[in-house]
């Protein structure tokens, strides 16, 4: 039985639509990451779970109860705000106990389980402390704790780790990470930020525009993006895209021609790319790789180099003006304004037609 | 910090504090010199010590005064803040009903006392007020609310009330606002009743302002005056005269400026340990850095 299920959601502000049909299942104790921009409508369907909005029609389900009718508090589920909402005149002990006493838990039960909640989050040294008194990594693990306490079943995490210093971030994703396997429970996670939601979640539900894009696993959704957007918005940096078309002197395996006549040979059945002619070459910068001038696929010039020590990033400006981002060794010695050649890796290439729809090598998409 | 800088900063606050000092600082220690004068309003003055002091607290006008001042300042204070934070908690939404109602409220107290004694006189007076007339209309004797010796107090403090809403309401409305909406949302995930999300988020984070409101209001009814003068005259026989309208006779009927401004140091006294009191009661568990 699926822990969360969300059946046809729909949303709207004013005339304004902000989800449009969107269905989902969830498999008990999974980690499901929603991804995607700001203004995608991530954070309107995770309030929708919590029961702070209200969807104008679809059922949401959890654990086999239809639970879009119930008061946020009736429903199980567990929020971590974003500001944290931790309530200020009230110490951590009284933050983590205001919802077990509202809900009727004997008092020695809610010491039991605040100690121990406390001590696995390794805040029992603040319980008597109150908000102001502590610092943002330290709010946040109360936000934590005091959604643990109520032993949910299902935990929202609304960008849990955007208040936080570099530093803090990673080592709170870890505690995440962590945290996961000792809860008894799903989590959903919103961000924006595609590296956490591929390092923490078991899949990746990707939203824009009103709409699920794809659902997967972190390692299908870099691998198979299900359109153009997904293709872009995940991966740093970001897929280069370049117009192509499909030579008709292509085997079952598609061939495409770039602007400038250069062949490129992918492994993307052609018959599941049908009629689409004209196309878009999408190409992770790992899939480009330099070489000397004139010994590549095609030549251009670097515009900028990145070096990030275990390797260069570089973007390069090809004959007919579009971009494209490549890799370099680590210890490379291009500088701006160098010549090189582009050795294009077609097995790993993606097609993408004008649509938006992707086309990865092997099995149809 | 250079001299240029710090020669700056002085400038800057220059104006309010030469302001402040002969309007307020200057004015206050000349009282209290006048306080120990036997002095009139045409520059008389003859030292006489402390006896202004010693004749205050022998004076059974002088408590007679303070105790309706304390009493108008009871029935007031509470009330005042219990009915404006209730309106705030109402009128705190968007609806145009709502912004209607708020600038209705807020009306009052854009009135001079003149008129807003004016309006109550028309609605208390027994011989052809408001009430009485509705009172009449059931067969009911008209109410004395303006010449019975226990009916004058509360008919001030009434007034009082309706004319001072408007501040206090509108300083919860601005507390009400600050309370971020997530609290509010972190409650209901919480079960939270409407009660106890008023009782443990809405109340507690009102708390400061709940102290201005309190503390700004027992200072300026300590020093009602206006509605009183001109709704009683202080009578009958003073037994509605709060002390800014002793001291307004004594200075200003007897002539006798000494002895008006002794009263009126312990006034300040009174009012200034009072308001004191109330902070340092407000903050006494309220723990640094929130």
């Known amino acids: 039985m699926a822990s969360l299920s969300l059946i046809d959601v729909h949303k709207t502000y004013g005339s304004t639509a902000v989800l449009d049909g969107v269905s989902l299942e969830m498999e008990p104790k999974e980690f499901v990451a929603f991804l995607g921009p700001s203004g995608s409508g991530k954070s309107t369907l995770l309030r929708i779970i919590a029961g702070l909005e209200t969807a104008n029609s679809g059922e949401v389900w959890l654990d086999g109860t239809r639970i879009d009718q119930l008061a946020p508090g009736d429903r199980g589920v567990s929020l971590v705000f974003q500001q944290y909402a931790l309530y200020p005149h009230m110490t951590v002990r009284e933050n983590m106990a205001f919802g077990l006493r509202n809900a009727k838990v004997a008092e020695p039960e809610i010491s039991d389980r605040i100690e121990k909640v406390a001590s696995t989050l390794e805040i029992d040294q603040l319980l008597d402390r109150k908000p102001g008194q502590l610092s943002g990594g330290q709010r946040q693990r109360v936000a934590i704790g005091r959604a643990i306490v109520k032993v949910p079943k299902l935990f929202l995490l609304d960008e849990p780790l955007s208040n936080l210093d570099a530093a803090l971030r990673n080592r709170t994703r870890v505690e995440l990470a962590q945290l996961r396997q000792r809860v008894d429970a799903a989590v959903i996670m919103v961000t924006h930020d595609q590296a956490e939601a591929m390092t923490l979640a078991d899949r990746i539900v990707v939203i824009n525009d009103r709409r699920i894009q794809q659902v997967g696993s972190p390692m299908e959704i870099y691998d198979r993006p299900a359109n153009r957007f997904v293709a872009r918005f995940v991966g740093s940096p970001a897929m280069t895209m370049l117009p192509v078309t499909l030579d008709p002197g292509s085997g079952s395996n598609a061939t495409v021609q770039l602007a400038g006549g250069t062949k490129v040979a992918t492994q993307i059945i052609c018959a599941a790319i049908g009629k689409n002619e004209n196309l878009e070459l999408g190409l992770r910068p790992e899939c480009v790789t330099i070489t000397a001038e004139g010994s590549g696929t095609l030549d251009g010039e670097a515009t900028i180099v990145e070096r990030l020590g275990d390797r260069t990033l570089v973007y390069a400006r090809l004959s007919d003006g579009s971009e494209i981002t490549a890799v370099d060794r680590g210890d490379s010695r291009l500088k701006m304004g160098d010549r090189v050649g582009l050795l294009i890796e077609g097995r790993s290439a993606h097609l993408f037609a004008q649509d938006g729809t992707g086309y990865h090598s092997g099995l149809p998409a | ?290």
């Open chain 2, 1 to 290: 910090m250079t001299a240029r800088d710090r020669f700056g900063g002085y400038a800057f606050v220059l104006p309010f504090v030469s302001a402040y000092s002969f309007l307020l600082i200057l004015p206050f220690i000349m009282g209290v010199w006048i306080s120990f004068h036997k002095a009139d309003l045409f520059g008389a003055r003859e030292w006489i010590g402390p006896d202004n002091y010693v004749r205050l607290f022998d004076d059974p006008i002088f408590y007679q005064a303070m105790g309706t001042t304390f009493m108008l300042a009871l029935m007031i204070v509470p009330a005042l803040t219990i009915i404006t934070m209730l309106l705030a908690l109402a009128l705190n939404r968007a609806t145009r009903s709502a912004a209607i109602f708020r600038g209705l409220f807020f009306s009052s107290s854009v009135l001079s006392v003149t008129i807003v004694t004016l309006i109550w006189r028309f609605v208390l007076t027994p011989d052809a007020g408001l009430i009485a007339k509705v009172l009449a209309a059931v067969g009911l004797e008209p109410i004395p609310f303006l010449s019975h010796p226990d009916l004058t107090v509360p008919a001030i403090a009434i007034t009082t009330i309706w004319w001072g809403l408007g501040l206090p309401m509108m300083l919860f409305l601005a507390g009400l606002q600050q309370i971020p909406q997530d609290m509010y949302e972190a409650a209901a995930l919480d079960r939270a009743s409407r009660w106890t999300t008023f009782r443990h988020i809405t109340l507690p984070s009102l708390r400061r302002t709940t102290v201005v409101v309190v503390m700004l209001q027992t200072a300026a009814q300590l020093q009602i005056f206006g509605q009183a003068q001109l709704l009683t005259s202080g009578g009958p026989s003073g037994s509605s005269r709060p002390i800014v309208l002793y001291i307004y006779e004594i200075a200003f009927g007897r002539w006798e400026l000494g002895y008006a401004v002794a009263a009126a140091e312990v006034l300040f006294v009174l009012v200034l340990l009072l308001t004191l009191g109330q902070y340092w009661f407000a903050n006494r568990n309220e723990e640094p850095g929130r």
